[in-house]
């Protein structure tokens, strides 16, 4: 089963907004390790070229906030209870 297969077995319920918050103005570099970062690409830029995450992807997995740093995530939560993830096991 491949990667994409894996992840789309996952349910979402979305929150309204978002948990994880992005600093303003990120270098080029500081945006290249995020895209590296996310196994689920959620990491993007907008029509305006503004750094976007697509939050209700989110996997949960806390790679951005443990690699990329306060500098980079300035806030990382779990989000609201009954939202985010619902991870299916086998
Ligand atoms: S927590 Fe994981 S899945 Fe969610 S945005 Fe960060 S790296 Fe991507």
Same mark, same amino acid.
């Given at each position: 089963?491949?990667?994409?297969?894996?992840?789309?077995?996952?349910? /979402?319920?979305?929150?309204?907004?978002?948990?994880i918050?992005l600093?303003?103005?990120?270098?080029?570099?500081?945006?290249?390790l995020l895209?590296?970062i996310c196994p689920a690409?959620l990491f993007?830029?907008?029509?305006?070229?503004?750094?976007?995450i697509? /939050?209700?992807?989110c996997?949960?997995c806390g790679c951005c906030r443990m690699i990329a740093g306060?500098?980079i995530i300035?806030?990382w939560? /779990?989000?609201?209870?009954?939202?985010?993830?619902?991870?299916?096991?086998?």
């Amino acid at each position: 089963m491949s990667v994409n297969d894996s992840l789309s077995r996952n349910r /979402y319920v979305p929150a309204q907004k978002s948990h994880i918050t992005l600093a303003d103005n990120l270098s080029e570099e500081q945006f290249a390790l995020l895209e590296k970062i996310c196994p689920a690409g959620l990491f993007q830029r907008n029509a305006e070229g503004q750094a976007v995450i697509n /939050y209700r992807g989110c996997l949960e997995c806390g790679c951005c906030r443990m690699i990329a740093g306060h500098s980079i995530i300035t806030q990382w939560r /779990y989000p609201a209870s009954g939202k985010g993830i619902v991870l299916r096991f086998g």
